[in-house]
């Protein structure tokens, strides 16, 4: 049966007797590791009638596991609390590894995939911002045309809605470009409110061309 021992108390007596031959004592996983230089066999002789899970590895051997990329090394050391460290060995490699800089660790690839995420936030924030510019080109042209031809003062929702009756139904504006607005603007409008996912930067282009058709016809209408 383990005895109750607190691991300050343990970590006292295994120092006391071979400080100059400990590196570094990791605590993960209700076990006690102790990295040594040399005298293995005597601390873990020692260690052991402490009745308490007591790891001793050699420095030289630990290392080299590290150098080699062992994962469950690196996971040891990432999930350990640092209990004693003099010397810092273990420390930075632990700072290393929470920072995600240590190749094939999961704190390596959960910041890539942080990184990708934000890679992509940014690229939809842009796409964003065009979608937007598309929608105001569209919505300003149809309001100066209403207001220059109709007298009509009208808000966003209610461009489409006097294109078709002073426009379209009279056959003044063909129904396709009443086809390109509407679009424009219920694409714009579902993203913006997440009701959709951001469309692709090709669907983005075509958005586009159709919104420059849809201007080049409101222009042309403005100027008769």
């Given at each position: 049966?383990?005895?109750?021992?607190?691991?300050?108390?343990?970590?006292?007596?295994?120092?006391?007797?071979?400080?100059?031959?400990?590196?570094?004592?990791?605590?993960?996983?209700?076990?006690?590791?102790?990295?040594?230089?040399?005298?293995?066999?005597?601390?873990?002789?020692?260690?052991?009638?402490?009745?308490?899970?007591?790891?001793?590895?050699?420095?030289?051997?630990?290392?080299?596991?590290?150098?080699?990329?062992?994962?469950?090394?690196?996971?040891?050391?990432?999930?350990?609390?640092?209990?004693?460290?003099?010397?810092?060995?273990?420390?930075?490699?632990?700072?290393?590894?929470?920072?995600?800089?240590?190749?094939?660790?999961?704190?390596?690839?959960?910041?890539?995939?942080?990184?990708?995420?934000?890679?992509f936030r940014k690229?939809?924030?842009?796409?964003?911002?065009?979608?937007?510019?598309?929608?105001?080109?569209?919505?300003?042209?149809?309001?100066?045309?209403?207001?220059?031809?109709?007298?009509?003062?009208?808000?966003?929702?209610?461009?489409?809605?006097?294109?078709?009756?002073?426009?379209?139904?009279?056959?003044?504006?063909?129904?396709?470009?009443?086809?390109?607005?509407?679009?424009?603007?219920?694409?714009?409008?579902?993203?913006e409110h997440k009701?959709?996912?951001?469309?692709?930067?090709?669907?983005?282009?075509?958005?586009?061309?159709?919104?420059?058709?849809?201007?080049?016809?409101?222009?042309?209408?403005?100027?008769?």
């Open positions: 049966m383990i005895k109750k021992y607190n691991i300050e108390e343990i970590t006292l007596k295994l120092l006391k007797k071979f400080k100059k031959q400990i590196n570094s004592i990791l605590f993960y996983k209700n076990e006690i590791t102790l990295i040594v230089s040399d005298k293995k066999s005597e601390i873990k002789k020692f260690a052991s009638k402490l009745n308490y899970p007591i790891n001793v590895e050699l420095a030289e051997k630990y290392f080299k596991e590290i150098i080699k990329g062992d994962k469950k090394a690196y996971s040891k050391i990432s999930d350990s609390a640092i209990i004693y460290d003099p010397t810092h060995l273990i420390d930075p490699i632990k700072e290393m590894i929470l920072e995600g800089e240590i190749i094939g660790t999961k704190e390596f690839f959960m910041r890539k995939f942080t990184a990708i995420d934000e890679h690229i939809n924030l842009v796409k964003l911002k065009v979608l937007d510019n598309i929608y105001t080109s569209v919505i300003e042209v149809s309001q100066a045309l209403l207001i220059e031809k109709q007298n009509i003062f009208c808000t966003q929702r209610e461009a489409i809605k006097n294109l078709k009756k002073y426009f379209v139904s009279n056959r003044k504006l063909e129904k396709k470009y009443l086809e390109i607005i509407t679009e424009i603007i219920t694409t714009f409008k579902d993203i009701k959709t996912e951001m469309i692709s930067g090709k669907e983005i282009d075509k958005l586009q061309k159709k919104a420059g058709l849809f201007r080049d016809r409101i222009l042309e209408l403005l100027e008769k």
